[in-house]
Structures are given as C-alpha cells and as structure tokens.
C-alpha cells in the first residue's frame, strides 16, 4: 500500500500542470493530505509524434527540456529521496511558469545555468545538474510515464492524478486555468473527487481552454485568458 493520499504525475514545463499543482499543495495543506510527485514525460509521450506538423514551433524545444529536467529530478529522488521531488518542482515551475516568457526560454530551461539555482532554492547540490545530459534516466522517467498511461490510457497529457494509490481510479487533470481562492480550494477538489469515485464516470471535457493565468503567458491574476483550442493537453496544430 502507498502512504500517499494522491499520486501527482507531472512534466515541469506544463502550465496546466503546475496550475494543478498549487491548488493541490493548497488542499493538502487544509486536509493534512501526502502527495507522491512521479514524473510524465511530454517529450517521451509524444515521441512518435511529428512536432513540425503537430506542434507550434516552440513545443520540441520546450518538451526537450522537461524532459532533461526530469532527469535532475530523478537523481535527486534516487540519491536524496522521494521528499525531495516536491520542493524540486515546486522551485522549477516558480521560474518557468511564474515570470514573464522570454525568447529562447524554452532552450535555457534545459541548462545548468537555469536550474542550478531552483536546486539552491530546493535545498539541494548543484551537481545534480550534471543528470541534465544523462539519457540513463530516461529509462526511469519512460517507465512512470507508462504506468500513468496505463491508468488512463494513452489519449491524454499532464497532469494525471490518481486518488487513494495504488488501487484508486486516475484521470488526466483536473485542468484548470486559474488557481480558486484557498476558501474554494477544498469545495473544488471535493466535488473533483465525488466524481472520480463513481467507478463508472470516464470523462467530463471540453477543448476550450482559458490561457493560463500565470505570468508566462502574459496573463494577471485579475483577469481571465483569452480562450484558445486545445487537443490532447497541447495546442496542435492539427489532430
């Protein structure tokens, strides 16, 4: 059995997912709720996948670099423990998702000079991120990415989170686009929950997404994203 109230799969450089993850670190506050951080590869999950046809140009460098910082992530996990992740990531998603973009960020994410200091923030060595080259943790990362997958199936993005592990039911998302007040945080994971517990409930979607509401996107806290298409957690350009 894991100790874990909810297990939380994630790729750093995803907005949805990080967005996802600020309310949930909010509900375990208030509920005294563990959460277990595993790794979702996007670069991995779309690896079949044409990103010149598929994908707005940024998207292959941006995966690229979720990719090399989830290997950071998995050698901090193996040499400093699984306690370690969530504080990880939590420093990660504060520089990418919670500044304004710049050009060529989402090269720079993929480099020492990036995530040295979110590894400072995080309490840990800067020599972790010598894993950003070390393609050995791929295997590691390919491997969580298709254990989320078999949850859920394979037609879906990040987050995915499965509630009471290792048994309970998984979903891809919730996918929100802005983070509800602390005082709505546990009314919205509770009703997200009553759904997921109905053993015959699948799906509840729609492709209309707001742009997220984080500094990156160029979206502030008191105002809502303009709505965009979105398929398959990402905007393709085509199916």
Not at 108 to 113: S, Y
Not at 145 to 154: M, P, Q, Y
Not at 187 to 198: E, M, P, R
Request: charged share 25%; glycine share 8%; proline share 6%.
């Amino acid at each position: 059995m894991s100790d874990a109230d909810l297990r939380f799969w994630f790729d750093p450089v995803c907005p949805f997912a990080w967005l996802t993850s600020q309310w949930v670190r909010e509900v375990a506050r208030q509920r005294e709720y563990a959460v277990e951080w595993r790794f979702i590869s996007l670069r991995l999950l779309n690896a079949h996948v044409d990103y010149d046809t598929h994908f707005p140009p940024e998207y292959e460098a941006g995966h690229t670099a979720g990719l090399r910082l989830l290997r950071v992530a998995a050698r901090a996990r193996a040499e400093h423990g699984a306690a370690a992740v969530g504080p990880l990531y939590e420093a990660l998603g504060a520089r990418i998702h919670e500044v304004a973009a710049q050009r060529g960020d989402e090269v720079r994410r993929g480099t020492r000079e990036f995530v040295e200091p979110a590894l400072a923030d995080a309490g840990l060595p800067a020599e972790l991120a010598e894993a950003l080259d070390d393609a050995s943790w791929d295997a590691q990362i390919q491997a969580e990415t298709d254990e989320a997958l078999a949850l859920t199936g394979k037609d879906v993005g990040t987050p995915i989170l499965q509630f009471r592990p290792p048994e309970g039911i998984a979903f891809f998302g919730p996918v929100i686009s802005r983070l509800p007040a602390p005082e709505e945080a546990v009314a919205l994971w509770d009703h997200v929950v009553g759904l997921a517990s109905f053993p015959g409930f699948a799906e509840l979607k729609r492709s209309l997404r707001e742009r997220p509401q984080l500094a990156s996107f160029g979206v502030r806290t008191d105002e809502a994203g303009a709505q965009e298409d979105w398929h398959g957690g990402s905007r393709r350009q085509k199916r």
